[in-house]
């Protein structure tokens, strides 16, 4: 796929001209030098037969202050011989720095296609005092644009698919990398507490350093995803933002938006992976986010990471640390639990098994005929509850839904059925009809005959 990347320094715009041009708020807006810490893709469709890659980078800092700068910078430069064309963006209200000139030597260097853009020129008497300074960057006359304000947008999206034309590289198909979300394709989100080792299993799943890995809690702040394919099954992974308790957490800080897109992150998954430090023993907020992905519906895999930094555990070790682990986890008590070390690519093929099974459960469709063959079992081993002077008389029953599966199950009152009841009836189900390892199961108590 023809790939676009947006370059410049720190805090010229370069996020709120790709949130403008993908339509969305992917990537993080603040005043804050380097909020961006990775790359962030979209994809935008200029017309139904061609579709470009928008990637916004973070800034290249001209001397990175610290370890998360100096990775920042190396990847991004790293990241550009991937494109097929360079927007090299300035500040249009400013005359150029020694950061502009650094890039613009790079970028001569690497010698890409490249349109040279000098943003936020909403104030024409700004820009009119800066225009003829940027002409020493080397790179001619500017296009004048505006992202925060819309202003010359829908003219360089022309521009960019001028030159992905000349380029004959357009090729949008649902083979093309996975571009087509489909049925076929898994969408699955990475979350847990920070500094677990979310990041690095991306990188690790994905086959590449796709996002920034450190030390340091919170080095993740926009969801980053990536499409690939294992074993001929196609993946659209996220990696978010750790999640920590909220109490901990200043308000409107870029935490607290890096948290809310994380959470949004997990609404459009299909599968959750639920990662965890298998030295640490489950907490309070592990368990908060196993309550959210029950709540939310979603899929799981718990993943306890890390392996390789903790003594080998036997069969019956692990047995026992799967057991612990699911009795605290018990919102998702459903999930499998997989031992990884992402640092070592350590047992990624027993958690690409775990999330396709955790799929084809979320996915499942079965029969009225087997549904209600299950359903009188339950009622032969379940003693029917009683409350306002009847007896609850469960008639029959319906899957309505998947992703999750929900089964509705057709009674003479609702209103007499316990949550006791529920439980043990939900449990039965996935006794004798399927474990559904990995999803939730919803069971909905109707009356008779409602749809």
């Known amino acids: 796929m023809f790939k676009v990347f947006i370059v410049g320094k720190p805090n010229v715009g370069k996020s709120t001209l790709f949130n403008k041009l993908v339509k969305q708020r992917k990537a993080i807006v603040d005043d804050q030098p380097g909020v961006t810490r990775d790359a962030v893709y979209g994809d ?12 916004d980078t973070c800034g290249i800092f001209q001397e990175p202050e610290g370890v998360i700068e100096s990775l920042m910078k190396e990847r991004t430069v790293m990241s550009l011989s991937e494109a097929d064309l360079i927007l090299f963006l300035v500040n249009g209200q400013s005359p150029p720095t020694s950061e502009d000139f650094e890039i613009a030597d790079r970028l001569r260097v690497l010698g890409k296609p490249l349109l040279f853009i000098a943003n936020k020129t909403e104030s024409s008497k700004r820009y009119e005092d800066v225009y003829p300074q940027l002409f020493s960057l080397g790179f001619g006359e500017p296009i004048a644009i505006s992202a925060e304000h ?5 003219w360089l999206i022309d521009e960019i698919a001028e030159r992905m034309d ?4 357009s090729k949008p198909s649902a083979v093309d990398e996975g571009l087509n979300v489909s049925e076929e394709t898994i969408r699955v989100t990475i979350t847990g507490k920070p500094n ?13 350093e796709r996002a920034l890995v450190t030390d340091i809690p919170g080095t993740t702040r926009d969801p980053i995803d990536e499409r690939f394919v294992y074993n001929d099954q196609s993946y659209l992974v996220i990696d978010s933002a750790g999640i920590r308790k909220k109490t901990k957490v200043e308000y409107k800080s870029l935490e607290s938006f890096s948290i809310s897109r994380a959470e949004q992150a997990m609404e459009t998954a299909d599968v959750v992976l639920l990662v965890m430090d298998a030295r640490e023993p489950v907490s309070e907020q592990d368990q908060r986010i196993a309550g959210m ?3 939310k519906g979603k899929a799981s895999v718990i993943v306890l990471n890390k392996i390789d930094a903790m003594p080998s555990l036997s069969q019956e070790q692990q047995r026992e640390l799967v057991e612990t682990t699911l009795q605290s986890l018990y919102f998702i008590y459903y999930s499998p639990v997989v031992f990884v070390s992402a640092k070592e690519k350590r047992n990624l093929d027993r958690l690409f098994d775990a999330i396709n099974r955790s799929y084809a459960s979320y996915t499942t469709t079965f029969s009225t005929g087997e549904i209600n063959r299950t359903l009188e079992r339950i009622k032969l081993i379940l003693p029917a509850p009683t409350g306002k002077g009847k007896t609850l008389n469960m008639l029959y029953a319906t899957q309505v839904a998947n992703k999750p599966p929900i089964i509705a199950i057709h009674v003479n009152d609702p209103q007499i059925v316990p949550a006791s009841y529920k439980t043990a009836v939900k449990k039965q189900f996935r006794k004798f009809l399927n474990p559904l390892s990995g999803s939730p199961l919803f069971l909905k108590f109707v009356p008779r005959g409602e749809s």
Request: include cysteine; proline fraction near 0%; aromatic fraction near 6%.
């Open 44 to 55: 935008i469709w200029i017309d139904e037969h061609r579709v470009f890659r928008l990637v």
């Open 150 to 154: 819309k202003i010359g947008t829908a």
């Open 166 to 169: 000349a380029a004959e590289s």
């Open 196 to 208: 677990v080792g979310k990041s690095m299993l991306l990188n690790a799943m994905c086959g590449k």
């Open 293 to 295: 992905l029950e709540k």
